[in-house]
């Protein structure tokens, strides 16, 4: 298809730099911390289990960046759908060099080793034999969006655990960046692992000092009386990527700006048919909910296409559906659930029926976005100090600038040293000369260190703020600072490439990103993505949406259980008077109410997601914060 020719071509340009701009790996995975570590560990002591049985089956379609600890003992890999391009399904254990807390495995420069590993529960094969075909598959694929591990440096570790308790190697897989499509490998497990306690595990060999080297796992699936000559193909039809926005131009826009010309025309998700004949019987099918009222806004399937070809990409275009105006509330979501049934899937497990479901959560807040919110690298403009990065916006009608909020990323630079100024333009355009006049906006000698000291991080996101102020309004602007038809946020930095921005892959706003280096000129980003700088406008947004400062006062020490839960959440720790709310991930206040001693909260009518408790003290002003998982 022509978007895989697309991807070949922005997978070469992106392996190289352009002009004095380029896109650098990330030394931390920002997302695994020990907060989230610690709920793993707390989530894998609620749940021992005895030995599995087979069959044993994993495709990482799951909310949770860490690995299910019913099925796995370790945390080091990160479960993600948005690194790779081509996978078998949606959702796949991302391997690079940095450990369960995101931090890289070693900080001497250039190291290389065992980095990520990914661990099987125990599982009992006793009673079986060599005749009993018991096979171990699994789908691989490297780089994509990450960095491609080295061909003659790096590889992938497949390992049984013996008869004696010792791990013994059954397969090396190198990298073959020439492939863009997942491959298969079966491996089988002969007599001496045929017992009550094996385990399998992967194991990657490359660099130590951060997200590199980077290889993706799906689709694990062991089991017996296996006939490698007819089973080379999964029989699944799955959603193979996670959908995108509904607007033309932004992910994430203000509602009082948004008006149904923003919306695409169409909206496409791709379904994987991974059977090796035909699919000729499916039904899809799309539900629109309006989340702050509950209310079913539109329904519908998308345009009849024939068959389904073996082993074949299917894009499905779903037209647009009327947003409701009229709404008050400060953030606004559209759930969008995808979803298609085959009769070539009857009888299968759930665990394969999960993929022929997804959701996209348009959001509509205070602020602007091309992107997701998630980086897959870092960008940078490099050899000449005092160089710009910028990204351009339009707005429909006047408003006035709050913030503007930005993920500034750690790579083999440490960002912390960086001074820049955090800058407002007018008149950005390409290739159009630099003109002091067109800064209306400039709060210099700022550091990370600074900005959080003096605002926070958004705990929640990772989002460094900085609010406009009055004292840094320039060449005849007025404050409030109110900005109209387009306007660029960025930075100005002092040494050269000191400061990273995060880059998100997935969505394109290049022509929305510019630099200036040595030429003095508005120069457009050469690279497919968008820079993660966005412009907070309107009213300030509301407090579950900005930083959560550092509390001086010691943390609430509180305790959640059962995670994740479908029905009934227990809270232990409360001691007097306390404030507990629930948030969505988007910032959404949820729920709200006063406790006083411990207790057992309903969340059994909350959609399906993961959620941010918030308990204050409202004596001594300390706060608990946490995430829960509701299930299905």
Not at 208 to 221: K, M
Not at 419 to 433: I, P, Y
Request: proline share 5%.
């Amino acid at each position: 298809m022509i978007k895989n020719y697309l991807y070949i071509l922005l997978f070469f340009f992106c392996k190289v730099s352009f002009s004095q701009e380029e896109l650098v790996p990330l030394s931390k995975n920002i997302y695994k911390t020990d907060f989230s570590n610690q709920q793993f560990l707390q989530k894998k002591a609620q749940n021992r289990i005895a030995a599995l049985s087979l069959p044993f089956f994993e495709d990482f379609n799951q909310q949770e960046i860490f690995p299910n600890p019913l099925r796995w003992q370790d945390n080091f890999v990160y479960i993600n759908a948005h690194y790779p391009i081509n996978t078998v399904t949606v959702g796949v254990a991302t391997f690079d060099g940095t450990n369960n807390i995101g931090n890289p495995y070693s900080l001497v420069s250039n190291a290389k080793g065992y980095a990520d590993k990914l661990t099987s529960n125990t599982i009992d094969l006793s009673g079986l034999t060599n005749d009993s075909a018991v096979f171990l598959s699994f789908y691989y694929l490297t780089g994509e969006f990450g960095e491609s591990p080295e061909r003659n440096q790096d590889f992938l570790n497949v390992q049984f655990l013996d008869t004696a308790g010792i791990w013994k190697e059954v397969a090396n897989i190198l990298p073959d960046t020439s492939v863009k499509q997942m491959k298969q490998v079966y491996v089988k497990v002969d007599s001496n692992y045929l017992h009550a306690n094996f385990q399998f595990r992967f194991n990657t060999f490359g660099s130590l000092t951060g997200a590199n080297d980077v290889w993706h796992l799906d689709y694990v699936r062991l089991d017996k009386n296996r006939d490698t000559s007819v089973d080379k193909n999964i029989k699944e039809m799955a959603y193979e990527f996670l959908p995108k926005s509904l607007l033309k131009k932004y992910y994430v826009m203000p509602y009082n700006q948004f008006d149904s010309t923003d919306l695409k025309d169409t909206v496409s998700v791709f379904i994987k048919n991974n059977f090796i004949n035909v699919t000729t019987d499916y039904n899809d099918s799309y539900t629109a909910t309006l989340v702050n009222t509950a209310t079913i806004i539109s329904s519908g399937s998308g345009p009849p296409l024939g068959d389904f070809g073996p082993n074949t990409e299917n894009e499905i275009k779903y037209p647009k559906f009327n947003i409701p105006s009229g709404l008050t509330d400060d953030t606004i979501i559209v759930k969008v659930d995808y979803n298609f049934t085959t009769t070539a899937e009857a009888g299968e497990s759930a665990s394969v029926l999960a993929n022929n479901t997804i959701t996209h959560n348009q959001v509509f807040s205070n602020f602007y976005a091309y992107d997701d919110g998630t980086p897959e690298r870092g960008y940078r403009v490099f050899d000449l100090p005092y160089y710009k990065m910028a990204v351009k916006y339009l707005i429909k009608h006047e408003d006035t600038l709050q913030a503007i909020k930005f993920k500034f990323i750690p790579v083999d630079v440490d960002n912390k040293l960086a001074t820049f100024s955090v800058c407002v333009w007018k008149n950005v355009a390409r290739n159009t000369d630099y003109n002091e006049a067109d800064l209306i906006y400039q709060e210099p000698n700022l550091t990370i260190n600074k900005l959080v000291k003096e605002y926070g991080v958004d705990t929640l996101n990772g989002y460094y703020y900085a609010p406009i102020k009055p004292l840094f309004v320039k060449n005849g602007a007025s404050f409030p600072l109110l900005v109209k038809d387009s306007f660029a946020v960025g930075v100005l930095v002092e040494g050269a490439k000191s400061l990273v921005i995060g880059f998100d892959r997935n969505n394109n706003g290049s022509e929305n990103n510019f630099y200036v280096s040595g030429t003095n000129k508005w120069l457009q980003s050469a690279f497919a993505g968008s820079m993660i700088m966005n412009p907070v406008v309107g009213k300030p947004l509301p407090s579950y949406l900005t930083p959560i400062k550092e509390i001086k006062a010691t943390p609430y020490q509180i305790k959640i259980f059962p995670n994740p839960t479908k029905y009934n959440l227990s809270i232990e720790g409360i001691k007097q008077n306390s404030l507990l709310q629930i948030f969505s991930l988007t910032g959404n206040l949820i729920s709200e109410q006063r406790l006083n001693d411990d207790a057992i909260i309903s969340v059994e009518e909350f959609p399906a997601a993961t959620y941010i408790l918030k308990i204050t003290n409202l004596k001594t002003n300390q706060v608990g914060v946490t995430k829960f998982i509701k299930s299905e």
